[in-house]
């Protein structure tokens, strides 16, 4: 075999970054400028400002966020108040699982990415792609990229967690049609130590009159509080995820714990046709 000389060396270089680079994939933000700020700058004023404005949280740990996925204006307020208490944990949680109800195509059971990244204006956040190998071969758990393509109640959690954590990977699961027991399980084996964050992502009752969506949100929350693991769509549209969450085999060591609730018509919307949101932190 002759000496490769410098240029080969160069081109084969070449080469093998792109390769690479092709075996990266990246699942880019599909509403930045629709449900958030799409430019950088601005949307990390946005999400700190929220943040800044919310209360101060109590000193308990968290271990489950359930937070809401409308647009900043209307929900970002309220799952501000439970990101808030992320803040002095923010550099020993390591790994968020992130669990989300599909709005955009007809999922049976599960979906996680085939792709390395999940980018935001904030910029790329790598995923757990160990676990998600893990949980790919569970009971209803696929493989679907078209899922998670345009999906925003996982991405608008994502700015969220950039601004708060230090660094973080991240498993995020669209949850479609699913008894709770299937999606508790994949929970538990995801559940880890203090290194692990859960979220839910959920939104409450929708599209009914201010007075009557306090009424229905108020006994929501209260089935929240008690673990309920049985909630309707119409109670909360992840209510798939947080019935597995309810089911799963750890939730007896946790405390529940309501930091607040709003509507639409609370911040940015009329009071006619109202979308609920409630924010808890588990602990």
Not at 224 to 246: F, H, P, R, T, Y
Not at 260 to 277: E, I, K
């Amino acid at each position: 075999m002759g000496i490769i000389t410098i240029y080969q060396q160069w081109i084969l270089y070449l080469t093998r970054l792109t390769q690479r680079a092709d075996s990266m994939s990246t699942r880019k933000a599909a509403v930045a400028g629709y449900f958030y700020e799409a430019q950088a700058a601005a949307l990390q004023h946005q999400v700190s400002r929220f943040i800044e404005q919310s209360p101060l949280p109590s000193s308990a740990r968290p271990k489950v966020l359930i937070v809401p996925h409308a647009g900043y204006v209307y929900s970002g307020s309220t799952a501000a108040i439970a990101y808030r208490s992320l803040e002095s944990y923010q550099d020993e949680i390591h790994r968020v699982v992130l669990l989300g109800p599909a709005h955009r195509v007809y999922l049976d059971g599960m979906a996680v990415p085939s792709v390395d990244t999940f980018s935001t204006p904030l910029g790329e956040i790598n995923l757990d792609t160990r676990a998600i190998e893990q949980i790919s071969s569970m009971p209803a758990v696929i493989v679907s990229d078209e899922a998670h393509r345009e999906e925003h109640s996982l991405e608008v959690q994502l700015p969220f967690l950039q601004a708060v954590l230090q660094q973080f990977t991240l498993v995020p699961v669209v949850v479609g049609n699913c008894d709770a027991k299937t999606v508790a399980a994949v929970i538990d084996e995801l559940w880890g130590g203090e290194e692990t964050l859960i979220v839910i992502s959920t939104d409450l009752s929708h599209f009914h009159s201010y007075e009557a969506a306090r009424q229905i949100d108020a006994s929501t929350c209260d089935r929240i509080l008690q673990k309920s693991s049985d909630l309707s769509g119409e109670q909360a549209c992840g209510a798939k995820a947080v019935n597995g969450l309810m089911s799963s085999e750890h939730i007896g060591l946790l405390d529940v714990e309501l930091l607040g609730t709003r509507n639409s018509g609370d911040t940015a919307g009329s009071r006619d046709r109202v979308v609920g949101y409630g924010a808890f932190i588990l602990h």
